[in-house]
């Protein structure tokens, strides 16, 4: 495997589900698969689970890790070609990368959406150019438009904990007061529809999703009516994804606390298991009871990170 971004990439996503499993049950079966080789994992953004999780799978198939942050002590990068560099960006990214790339075996990369230029984001440019000039396999750490790390771990989790052959999983959009990516429901909904599941998207008008990643799931506006016997609720804001109005890409439309998901939102649902990738606003997305309750699966999955990370990072040292 030479890149990791999207669903299809890991082939046979049933295979690659049993592989998570037994990875599971000996996370150090192939200890020695990494020795000699380095992970560099580049974060343009902030994170917690993603650093500590991939660090820990590399880790756990006797990698080398190196970290960069690079808004914490790296040259600020420049990004864009023809442009005259008398400003403070001391690099371009066009040298930084495949220096970058000489000092690795595999580059994760984690560069979130500016959500000012839709085309911009959704071309995925600065992640296509680690792609194109690293000369080394690259995978998302989150990038512009997806998060397959997370879409894979909460699939991980969902099989993990469904009772029945095919479960209901909701993604239901919740209020936010900043705005954020849509990177992980993109990513959720493209890997809902790849699984074997009854996925239903529900969001307040003006919150569609990319068609290329709602695929078939069914998009219903009245939330209450998409919670109606949920197994799994996944909860999630996102800003507008510009779909209907281009010109609304990246904006807050609504923080409507009716669409926060309490007690009585839960209540209509087939006692369902709460999901959200983190980090969460408690009071915003959920209330306290919720994401606290015996079936809130937040923790597992976070912790499932692990695991799916080192399925991604196994296939791409197993294809150097
Ligand atoms: N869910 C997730 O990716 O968490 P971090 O942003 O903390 O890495």
Redesign the pocket.
Known sequence: MKTFFNVQDLGNLQQALREAHEIKKDRFAFDTLGKNRTLLMIFFN??????LSTQKAAMNLGMNVIVLDVNAGAWKLETERGVIMDGDKSEHLLEAIPVMGSYCDLIGVRSFAGLTDRSYDYAETIVQQFVRYSGRPVFAM?TATV?PL?AFADLITIEEHKTVARPKVVLTWAPHPKALPQA?PNSFAEWMNAADVDFVITHPEGYELDPQFVGKACVEYDQMKALEGADFVYAKNWSCPGVTRPEDYGKVLSKDMGWTIDAAHMAVTNNAHFMH???VRRGMIVTDDVIEAPTSLVIPE?AN?EISAQVVIKRMLESL
Do not use: F, G, I, K
């Not at 902030?46 to 650093?51: G, K, Y």
């Open positions: 902030n994170s917690l689970r993603t650093r989150e998060h997370q992980v990738c983190l980090p976070a990170r």
